[in-house]
């Protein structure tokens, strides 16, 4: 039977206590551009239900500019899954 979340959790936090600070930092750089392409991710799907195309370039051109610009945060690429990263659950974090 599989961990639930709050033990895999639990692990988690264990794991971050014997984190370097170099190693957390990387960890938690993981967990939030994740969140971030999430996100992303999910105003999109909302956009394609209620905008046009020509609406929703407009949007992401925008959103875009904000977060560039406005914000100073370069794009946010995501090519590893949280197993990858954190290996079969988010327990077992890779220093």
Not at 11 to 33: A, D, G, I, P, W
Not at 63 to 90: N, Q, Y
Request: charged residues 35%; aromatic residues 10%.
């Amino acid at each position: 039977m599989g961990q639930t979340y709050e033990e895999q959790f639990r692990r988690f936090f264990q794991r971050c206590k014997s984190m370097t600070l170099k190693s957390f930092q990387e960890s938690m750089n993981v967990l939030h551009t994740r969140a971030y392409a999430a996100a992303e991710r999910q105003y999109k799907e909302a956009m394609d239900i209620v905008l046009t195309p020509k609406q929703k370039a407009a949007v992401i051109e925008k959103a875009k500019e904000i977060r560039e610009l406005w914000d100073g945060m370069g794009t946010v690429e995501t090519s590893k899954t949280l197993e990858e990263t954190f290996g079969e659950t988010i327990g077992k974090v890779e220093k």
